[in-house]
């Protein structure tokens, strides 16, 4: 296990431009064949935020400084951020993960209160947050995972979020994690990025019948699972302390599908305008996965001494 966490660090070192972009691709297809590069900080921000546990415990601060540097490099007036270059608006989901990402980095870098201040005002009076930061944008376009990322940031900043909180309880109690959601292609994304929410926030947003949650987990653990899948799942069900068989079998799952360069293969994440993913975002998921399910290993085994 730690040899498979070394080299998908190793892989993303040296998939890391020198302006420090981690980069993903654009395909028509949902194979991601063909592809091609498109520049979008949000896959760079994504994986500062999941390997940020692991900074103490893997070579990753060369990765992270160079990191930080394209993020401050792509950050607009007001702490906007785009998911594309150009023709696009500024959406909530790249100005919250990737500020909060920069805020937990450099705390006084900014004015993060007054942006969360102005993200604040992007709510329905249904209690959800909008996906774009315009007015002039559709009020139907909502996201569920964008949701999760706005409050994220929200919370950082000790600015309420109970009516989103409570919404977003209902969507993953009632949810049957086949669909995905609006953006985000994987049945699994919304429960990873709930999951992987601070302590209390998270206990505030999952049901609180985590065994249905559970039961659900178990009843897709023999379906045909992308990389994306089986690591959004492998952590997902490690925060929610699924039994021991079931993460084992995920942890192998995923663990096979690592390659000979210690990356793990391209899946389409988003699906907005054709699909994106790269093997850097696969594994920087991979490997925040891996290394919260071996964490809870040991976590067992100090208990069981």
Not at 261 to 267: A, K, M, V
Not at 271 to 292: D, E, N
Request: charged share 20%; proline share 6%; glycine share 6%.
């Amino acid at each position: 296990m730690g040899r498979a966490l070394a080299g998908g660090v190793a892989y993303l070192a040296g998939e890391q431009t020198p302006g420090g972009e981690l980069r993903i691709c654009w395909s028509e297809s949902p194979q991601m064949k063909p592809w091609r590069h498109v520049e979008s900080p949000f896959l760079t921000g994504w994986a500062l935020l999941a390997l940020g546990a692991l900074r103490r415990r893997l070579p990753l601060e060369p990765l992270f400084a160079r990191g930080v540097a394209y993020l401050l490099s792509q950050r607009q007036p007001g702490g906007l951020y785009y998911f594309l270059p150009e023709g696009i608006e500024a959406d909530l989901d790249s100005v919250c993960l990737l500020n909060l990402v920069l805020q937990r980095l450099l705390p006084g870098q900014f004015d993060y209160a007054r942006l969360a201040r102005r993200v604040a005002r992007r709510i329905t009076s249904q209690g959800m947050f909008l996906t774009w930061i315009e007015d002039r944008v559709r009020e139907d376009d909502i996201d569920p995972v964008v949701n999760v990322n706005v409050i994220r940031f929200l919370n950082r900043n000790n600015l309420p979020c109970e009516t989103t909180v409570q919404w977003l309880r209902r969507v993953l109690t009632q949810s049957d994690f086949t669909q995905g959601t609006k953006y985000y292609r994987s049945p699994f994304a919304l429960l990873y990025f709930a999951t992987f929410l601070p302590t209390r926030l998270r206990d505030q947003v999952l049901p609180c019948n985590r065994r249905h949650l559970l039961l659900r987990l178990k009843n897709q653990m023999a379906a045909d699972l992308s990389v994306l899948d089986l690591a959004f799942l492998l952590y997902a069900s490690t925060v929610l302390r699924t039994p021991r068989d079931l993460l084992v079998s995920l942890a192998d799952r995923l663990l096979a599908c690592q390659e000979t360069n210690g990356s793990w293969p391209t899946y389409a994440a988003f699906r907005p305008l054709g699909f994106w993913g790269s093997p850097a975002l696969s594994t920087a998921v991979a490997v925040q996965a891996l290394a919260a399910y071996l964490d809870s290993f040991h976590t067992l085994e100090a208990r069981a001494e």
